[in-house]
């Protein structure tokens, strides 16, 4: 039964390839549904760099603080050899004579260990599969490989009072 005032829907049919297609909403997007998507995607652009930052922050904390580790380990070393002499640089070793100790700084399995007068075990760089000292110039080159993939590099100068 149709009330007075109500207008009954009529589906929309269409013909195609001889099949009988039926629309019961022929309306389309209204001037309000369009408004409401662009302000969605709109909500959404704007949230994309605050949810970047965040994941890329995340991602910076959880992984492995290697570069901050081999810079440490880069400003001990630069220490060390301002206050040495006697440099004897090997290629995965050097030794130096600190406060009249002989002082080693040597690859031992995966890290990097300090030992003074052929005692101690000071392991003061981790995960490390290859290290190389070598002289260049008159400067000091230590390149490291790391168990990830890592690779990394310093030039040290030496000071007058260390002999390579």
Same mark, same amino acid.
């Given at each position: 039964?149709?009330?007075?005032?109500?207008?009954?829907?009529?589906?929309?049919?269409?013909?195609?390839?001889?099949?009988?297609?039926?629309?019961?909403?022929?309306?389309?997007?209204?001037?309000?549904?369009?408004?409401?998507?662009?302000?969605?995607?709109?909500?959404?652009?704007?949230?994309?760099?605050?949810?970047?930052?965040?994941?890329?922050?995340?991602?910076?904390?959880? &992984?492995?603080?290697?570069?901050? #580790?081999? +810079?440490?380990?880069? @400003?001990? %070393?630069?220490?060390?050899?301002?206050?040495?002499?006697?440099?004897?640089?090997?290629?995965?070793?050097?030794?130096?004579?600190?406060?009249?100790?002989?002082?080693?700084?040597?690859?031992?399995?995966?890290?990097?260990?300090?030992?003074?007068?052929?005692?101690?075990?000071?392991?003061?760089?981790?995960?490390?599969?290859?290290?190389?000292?070598?002289?260049?110039?008159?400067?000091?080159?230590?390149? &490291?490989?790391?168990?990830?993939? #890592?690779? +990394?590099?310093?030039? @040290?100068? %030496?000071?007058?009072?260390?002999?390579?």
């Amino acid at each position: 039964m149709i009330f007075p005032g109500k207008r009954r829907r009529q589906p929309l049919a269409l013909k195609y390839r001889d099949k009988l297609l039926v629309l019961t909403n022929n309306n389309g997007f209204t001037m309000v549904e369009s408004l409401f998507v662009l302000m969605i995607f709109i909500s959404m652009a704007a949230l994309f760099p605050l949810i970047y930052g965040t994941v890329y922050r995340m991602e910076e904390q959880l &992984a492995p603080e290697r570069r901050t #580790e081999w +810079e440490l380990f880069i @400003l001990q %070393l630069r220490k060390e050899l301002y206050m040495s002499h006697s440099l004897n640089i090997t290629d995965e070793q050097i030794t130096f004579i600190q406060e009249g100790e002989v002082v080693s700084i040597e690859k031992y399995k995966e890290g990097i260990r300090r030992r003074v007068g052929g005692r101690g075990h000071e392991i003061i760089l981790q995960e490390v599969s290859s290290v190389q000292f070598y002289p260049c110039g008159s400067s000091l080159c230590t390149r &490291a490989v790391f168990k990830n993939g #890592e690779k +990394e590099r310093a030039h @040290l100068h %030496l000071f007058a009072g260390e002999a390579i």
